[in-house]
């Protein structure tokens, strides 16, 4: 089972760029990481997915370094609005099987004004 | 609204009743998902759909727990002789299995409180 690591909680401001990081030393040839996003009283959102080196989209970006046992969320510019947890997952979710795929606690970030 | 509906949103039961809960995914997904969510905590997986067969349940899922997904579309999760323990948030998901990521979309939970 891949497991992964990451802080439980982080404080940011407004207009910072927040990076969380997660480790995830036992990652598999055949899995990829996807973050997960979700405010309280809702359920998860998808933000990002990624199986090395960069990826960026209209909300963040992921960066995985050559070996993958770690990984970066980045989000560019946070507003009030991005106070949440976030969760970092390791697993071929593509197949659909969620079975072994651990959430863990998720990094809860608060953004002050 | 096509997002990933679920009813009720809030139950409150007895300890020992039971509590059945729907899920209806967005129209075009084959994959169904249901979690379960203690505060504090990241979301379990307790089973999994394609189409109308369960392909995976977590061993979390006691005999008191069984989930259907009858037709294909919508989803049911029975709890019976409910119990303290079982009082948390259940989540439902569902993705399209030609998506390359298999994005999955949640629900808004149903909370369950076992008195």
């Known amino acids: 089972l891949a497991k992964t690591t990451q802080p439980i909680s982080m404080d940011s401001y407004e207009g910072q760029e927040v990076n969380i990081t997660c480790s995830h030393n036992?990652?598999?040839?055949?899995?990829?990481i996807t973050w997960y996003q979700q405010f309280p009283s809702q359920g998860p959102r998808f933000i990002i997915q990624?199986?090395?080196?960069?990826v960026t989209n209209e909300v963040a970006s992921l960066f995985i370094p050559a070996d993958r046992k770690s990984s970066t969320l980045s989000l560019p510019r946070v507003s009030l609005s991005d106070t949440a947890v976030y969760y970092c997952?390791?697993?071929?979710?593509?197949?659909?099987?969620?079975?072994?795929?651990?959430w863990g606690l998720g990094t809860s970030l608060a953004v002050n004004p | 609204d096509t997002g990933v509906s679920q009813d009720p949103r809030h139950k409150i039961t007895k300890r020992g009743q039971n509590v059945t809960f729907r899920c209806d995914p967005i129209s075009e997904h084959n994959r169904l998902y249901w979690y379960r969510q203690t505060l504090g905590q990241g979301p379990e997986f307790l089973t999994y759909?394609?189409?109308?067969?369960?392909?995976?349940k977590s061993r979390l899922l006691s005999d008191r727990f069984s989930a259907e997904r009858p037709k294909g579309s919508f989803s049911t999760l029975e709890i019976q002789r409910t119990e303290q323990g079982d009082s948390a948030m259940y989540l439902c998901?569902?993705?399209?299995?030609?998506?390359?990521?298999?994005?999955?979309?949640f629900g808004p939970g149903t909370r369950l409180t076992v008195l």
């Open positions: 997952l390791v697993g071929d979710l593509r197949a659909g099987n969620n079975r072994k795929l651990i």
């Open positions: 759909f394609q189409n109308e067969a369960q392909l995976e």
């Open positions: 990624g199986y090395k080196t960069k």
């Open positions: 998901a569902s993705s399209f299995s030609a998506s390359s990521s298999n994005e999955q979309f």
């Open positions: 036992n990652i598999a040839t055949n899995d990829y």
